[in-house]
Nanobody, 115 residues
Framework: QAQLVESGGGLVQPGEFLRLSCAASRSITNFGLMGWYRQAPGKDRELVAAIHSSGSTTYSDSVKGRFAISRDNAKNTVYLQMNSLKPEDTAVYYC?????????WGRGTQVTVSS
């Protein structure tokens, strides 16, 4: 069993930044893969960024060069640094982790980019 809790969402203007955090209830070294997904109103949930236990990362084309995913094993936390935010980044952002082939999800944090 594991729980993931997101924080750091909010309302920002275009061009600003946010950092999302995902705190895990157990050591994130147990998770083979962790990542961030987002879901905008009326759209499917989509992968934003993921980080493997090896440290390798992957990003969606829409955020490449603007977002960065990282993990702090000592704090059992995964971060998503989001720079140069755009209105189309508005969505609920969900933390995801795979532990022993089981998918775990957080409850999400709202990110709204609007002037």
């Amino acid at each position: 069993q594991a729980q993931l809790v997101e924080s750091g969402g909010g309302l920002v203007q275009p061009g600003e930044f946010l950092r999302l955090s995902c705190a895990a209830s157990r050591s994130i070294t147990n998770f083979g893969l962790m990542g961030w997904y987002r879901q905008a109103p009326g759209k499917d949930r989509e992968l934003v960024a993921a980080i493997h236990s090896s440290g390798s990362t992957t990003y969606s084309d829409s955020v490449k060069g603007r977002f960065a995913i990282s993990r702090d094993n000592a704090k059992n936390t995964v971060y998503l640094q989001m720079n140069s935010l755009k209105p189309e980044d508005t969505a609920v952002y969900y933390c995801h982790g795979v532990y022993r082939t089981i998918n775990y999800w957080g409850r999400g944090t709202q990110v709204t980019v609007s002037s």
